[in-house]
């Protein structure tokens, strides 16, 4: 199974509207499973005192991470850009996650990031700071990183991915990525 991540809780997010695309095409190419996270759908159980002890871990973290985050073999993380960086959120759940079963859940697994920014970056430095936290974690983060930039540009009037040239390279980035 491959875990599709969308890093951020804000209601609305373009991140969860490209992370169900991403879905989709990449299914098109495998008959893997393909799962979704959407932080955004996970507003309850996150941040609290309790969250840093394994037996205080919230139920419905426990869940996701049993049945999402440790059987997925392979993950992709899609990460807005939130003030240079990616989301905080993104990072509570990595530290939340890291408390319970850590080597079963990131020790040699496959990670890619795709970036996404209202502005000109792409999230580049934030897929960097994450690359080097997915590290840290013992993960293996693959070399080809899309940076959707001026994501405003490549959505049409519903927010549905419609840019050609975008669509193309995240299809050939899912076929890259089924193969390493
Ligand atoms: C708290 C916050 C900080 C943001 N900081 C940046 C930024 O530093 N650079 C940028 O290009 N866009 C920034 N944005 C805009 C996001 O890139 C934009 O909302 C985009 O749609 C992706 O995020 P979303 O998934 O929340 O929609 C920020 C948005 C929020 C909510």
Redesign the pocket.
């Known amino acids: 199974m491959i875990l599709i991540i969308s890093g ?1 809780n ?1 209601p609305g ?4 509207k490209i992370a169900r695309h991403y879905q989709k095409l990449l299914q098109k190419q495998t008959t893997e499973t393909i799962e979704l996270f959407l932080l955004e759908d996970f507003q309850e159980g996150l941040l609290h005192t309790e969250m840093y002890e394994t037996s205080g871990q919230s139920q419905l973290l426990n869940d996701a991470q049993k049945k999402l985050f440790i059987p997925a073999k392979k993950w992709v993380v899609i990460s ?5 960086s990616y989301p905080g959120a993104l990072k509570v759940l990595l530290d939340a996650l890291s408390v319970n079963e850590p080597d079963l859940t990131f020790r040699n697994k496959k990670v890619t990031l795709i970036g ?4 000109r ?1 792409g999230n580049w430095l934030g897929m960097d700071q994450l690359t080097t936290v997915l590290q840290y974690l013992n993960m293996h983060v693959f070399y080809s990183k899309p940076a959707l930039r001026q ?1 405003g540009n490549l959505l049409d009037e519903n927010s549905e991915l419609t840019d050609p040239k975008t669509i193309s390279l995240l299809e050939n980035h899912a076929k890259e990525f089924l193969f390493y």
Do not use: H, V, W
Not at 116 to 119: Q, T
């Open positions: 951020t804000r997010s373009l991140t969860s807005p850009e939130y003030n240079g996404i920014s209202s502005g970056a994501i």
